[in-house]
Every structure is written in structure tokens, then in C-alpha cells.
């Protein structure tokens, strides 16, 4: 991952994810990155773009797998989760 910091935004490239049949490249960006830091990080937005040339959604079903009520959903993969069912 680089991460290049300007006067005003947070730029993110080179970010590659693989399993063993996808890889998704992801880059973004994130304006007025330091005001927000300094002042209202939970107002921060990450802007972002992926691409893949071959994808098997396959290795991202666990994403969407639906925990067990009694047990506590694990948070760590809650925003994708999110993300993909709101599609």
C-alpha cells in the first residue's frame, strides 16, 4: 500500500487483495483528510475505485454468511457485509 498525504488529502494506491483465484486492486482517495482527522474522524470518507480482471465471488461468500443470533456477530467484517447487501 502507498499512502501520499498533500495539503488537503489522504491519496491510497497500490492496495492489492487476493485469494487463491481473485485478486481486486483498489486504490482512493479522501478530501480535506487532515481537517477531519484533527477535528471529526468519524466524518472521514474514503473515497474508492476496484478493479479486477477476473473475480470468483465465490471466495467473498463468507461476507454475506449469517451468524448464529446467540452468538455476537464479529466485527471485523461488518462493513463488508453491510456493503455487499446493500447491493
Known amino acids: 500500500m502507498n499512502l ?3 495539503s488537503d488529502k489522504l491519496i491510497v494506491n497500490n492496495i492489492t ?8 486492486e483498489i486504490k482512493g482517495f479522501s ?7 484533527y477535528n471529526h474522524p468519524e ?5 474508492c475505485e476496484a478493479y479486477s480482471k477476473n ?4 471466495d467473498f461468500l463468507f461476507l454475506l454468511e449469517r451468524s ?4 455476537p456477530e464479529k466485527k471485523d467484517n461488518s462493513f ?4 455487499l447487501n446493500a447491493r
Open 55 to 58: 473475480i470468483n465471488l465465490q
Open 4 to 6: 501520499e498525504f498533500t
Open 43 to 47: 466524518k472521514i470518507v474514503l473515497n
Open 80 to 83: 463488508f457485509k453491510n456493503a
Open 17 to 24: 487483495l487476493g485469494t487463491t483465484q481473485s485478486v481486486i
Open 31 to 37: 478530501d480535506d483528510f487532515m481537517e477531519f482527522y
Open 68 to 71: 448464529n443470533p446467540n452468538e
